[in-house]
């Protein structure tokens, strides 16, 4: 069954702590991986897209890589303004299958 | 901007009422979702439509749920028959040709009482 597992649940982090959030996914045919941001109460903002294993991206602070079984946000110097959940998704055919995503805090 | 929109923001009905939302995609995207998300889970995928064909719809949703999207336009879902176990965040995301990213709208937040 495909199926996108992202670790962990939260995270807490003090200011300018480097860290990584981890999606682990099961798909046949991978069309691409997606990381989303999404704040409280409103829709999830697009961030990246990865298509083949070794690729990578990144967008200010935020670094997103790709293995055949998993990537990986991570998220350097992160400041308050980071905090948010960060969401997973993988492609199949033209439907995302979601993880449930991690809660990311910083902490001034 | 030119991004999906989505109305109402908030909606706040009693149990056994019909209620209905619009999205309205970014203007070149073909593709058009609906999904449902409760706190603390991912987007759940409800159903989607390439122009105004209806694709593909969740095995897992109530027959009370329809959706429509008559011009390949914006498009509408309804709920009838409202439940309590209804309450969510409604999600509406757009995506252009050939292509598998989808942009979000800003949500409707539906509360059943």
């Known amino acids: 069954e495909d199926q996108v597992t992202q670790s962990p649940e939260a995270l807490r982090l003090q200011e300018g702590e480097s860290s990584s959030l981890n999606c682990s996914y099961t798909v046949s045919g991978l069309r691409g991986l997606f990381w989303y941001r999404q704040d409280p109460g409103k829709g999830p903002e697009f961030l990246f897209t990865l298509y083949s294993a070794g690729e990578e991206k990144e967008k200010e602070r935020l670094k997103a890589t790709l293995t055949k079984k998993e990537s990986f946000l991570h998220i350097t110097a992160p400041k308050p303004e980071d905090s948010a959940t960060y969401l997973c998704?993988?492609?199949?055919?033209?439907?995302?299958?979601w993880g449930a995503g991690t809660k990311l805090i910083i902490k001034p | 901007d030119t991004g999906v929109s989505q109305n109402p923001r908030h909606k706040i009905t009693k149990r056994g009422q019909n209620v209905t939302f619009r999205c309205d995609p970014i203007?070149?995207?073909?593709?058009l979702y609906w999904y449902r998300q409760t706190l603390g889970q991912g987007p759940e995928f409800l159903t989607y439509f390439q122009n105004e064909a209806q694709l593909e719809k969740s095995r897992l949703l109530s027959d009370r749920f329809s959706a429509e999207r008559p011009k390949g336009s914006f498009s509408t879902l309804e709920i009838q028959r409202t439940e309590q176990g209804d309450s969510a965040m409604y999600l509406c995301a757009s995506s252009p040709p050939a292509d598998y990213e989808q942009y979000f709208g800003p949500g409707t937040r539906l509360t059943v009482t």
């Open positions: 998704a993988v492609a199949y055919n033209y439907q995302l299958i």
């Open positions: 203007s070149e995207h073909n593709r």
